[in-house]
């Protein structure tokens, strides 16, 4: 049986064991990830009796529940081991990795991103488990170690893909982490909302660079290499990415509309045919210009050791977010044609955008009619995500992955990757809850 009180103790037992990632491998704690296993194997017992279990990489997570047919493509269920830093702990009302319940909430770094969902997925099979029931079909648990530095050297969910692709395995519908339902919207709305992520932007790190003979400030050149390199940004920030439209910002858009007033929600309505008359809600809102047109944000810049230091070498790296279309060749020229000549243009990391997935699929139906099952009155819309997932490696072997956290928010959760991250404990069970009736009914 499913019960807070369970869900509360197992979800701190996990906050408890702080499995902090870092882009390199070499300064990761992975101790602490085997902790995270260890606690995992104690807590889920008949998880680690029935299911087989493959270590990919260095700590990933990846479990099969074999089923008794063999007709319907697999069911992926995802969630990442890793949180982000807890910062300066002075900040925090309560210790970080403390997994304290107070003022009806559970506290600590990952009750929200991610280990409640990690938490859910291994509640819902464990208690499916624990009554007997067995899916005619295969389920596969994929649990990453460094989703919050975007994979770092060796992505893990990006291995744990590939395992099951190398052997043939393509899924029927893949969840992940994000979406859910929650109160009330940024257009005013404030009725019940389940925002079903279909896609999410592409992520990548561009470096620009100058390289001079340097020397002593004191005999500074005409034309310095910072002088160069700030040259350089100022064209990027002045020759920002065209705004266009993406099939899966139109459906968000148009299905978010009855949700929104006055002007904003009629042009929504159909938002190809009002393209001119929406451009300039979209070029004074934020939120709405992210939303169709590939971000660049200079983020980090290093020049010299010292202040009185010519450096031999500028540098400042662009974050970028892009929309789907914009792939990194893309995103390159842009950069090779703005800057000025003398100035170096370098991908340090990224991936291009996954493929939006498709709309009222087997899974995506599911899902809505959980939510409509769950929350009388919701409203479904397909969502989009400015951020991203690990499961935007899965598109390459599945056109219905789907990002949806289960939960219900009521808008008193602790900020992510902030100080006191929380997860109120009144709606817990709802995560769980969730998986056992997507798992029983897929």
Same mark, same amino acid.
């Given at each position: ?11 701190a037992g996990m906050v #408890? ?19 995270? $296993? ?29 089923g008794t047919g063999s ?62 029931? &067995? ?29 099951? #692709?190398?052997?043939?395995? #393509? ?40 390289? $001079? ?80 047109? &590939? ?21 400042? &790296? ?5 929309i789907e279309g914009d ?6 020229? $842009? ?24 709309? $009222? ?18 409203? &479904? ?62």
């Amino acid at each position: 049986m499913i019960t807070a009180e369970k869900c509360i103790e197992h979800l701190a037992g996990m906050v #408890r064991i702080p499995t902090v990632s870092n882009a390199e491998l070499a300064k990761m704690d992975f101790t602490k990830f085997d902790q995270l $296993h260890a606690y995992l194997k104690e807590s889920y017992p008949l998880i680690h009796e029935k299911l087989t279990l493959e270590i990919v990489g260095k700590a990933g997570l990846l479990y099969h529940w074999k089923g008794t047919g063999s007709e319907k493509a697999p069911l992926v269920l995802m969630a990442h081991q890793d949180v982000v830093p807890e910062g300066d702990p002075g900040l925090w009302k309560y210790p970080p990795y403390a997994g304290i319940v107070a003022e009806g909430k559970l506290w600590g770094r990952g009750t929200t991103d991610c280990k409640c969902n990690l938490m859910s997925v291994m509640e819902a099979v464990e208690h499916l488990l624990g009554e007997g029931y &067995t899916p005619d079909y295969d389920i596969y648990l994929a649990f990453g170690y460094n989703e919050e530095v975007m994979g770092g050297e060796e992505p893990s969910a990006k291995a744990m893909m590939e395992v099951l #692709r190398d052997r043939g395995i #393509r899924p029927g519908c893949v969840i992940d982490e994000c979406g859910g339902v929650s109160k009330g919207n940024r257009f005013g709305y404030e009725g019940l909302i389940a925002s079903i992520v279909i896609s999410e932007k592409g992520y990548a790190d561009f470096e620009l660079y100058v390289e $001079h003979k340097g020397g002593h400030s004191s005999v500074p050149p005409k034309d310095s290499a910072m002088k160069l390199l700030a040259q350089a940004v100022i064209a990027v920030e002045e020759n920002q990415f065209p705004y266009r439209i993406t099939e899966c910002v139109k459906q968000n858009l148009e299905a978010s509309a009855p949700l929104m007033e006055g002007e904003l929600a009629e042009l929504c309505k159909d938002v190809e045919g009002n393209w001119d008359k929406l451009l300039p809600y979209i070029e004074k809102d934020p939120y709405l210009s992210a939303l169709f047109h &590939t971000t660049t944000a200079v983020t980090m810049a290093q020049g010299s050791e010292q202040a009185n230091i010519l450096p031999q070498r500028c540098s400042v &790296t662009i974050n970028c977010r892009a929309i789907e279309g914009d792939t990194l060749e893309v995103l390159q020229k $842009h950069f090779e044609d703005v800057v000025p000549e003398g100035v170096k243009v370098r991908l340090l990391k990224g991936g291009n955008p996954p493929t939006a997935s498709k709309l $009222h699929t087997k899974g995506y139906d599911l899902i809505q009619s959980i939510c409509e099952e769950n929350y009388p009155g919701v409203v &479904t819309i397909p969502g989009y995500m400015l951020g991203g997932t690990d499961s935007r490696y899965y598109s390459e072997v599945c056109d219905s992955v789907y990002r949806f956290s289960s939960f219900y928010s009521d808008g008193n959760w602790g900020p992510a990757h902030a100080a006191n991250e929380c997860i109120p404990v009144e709606h817990i069970t709802s995560g769980p809850e969730f998986f056992v009736k997507f798992i029983t009914r897929y």
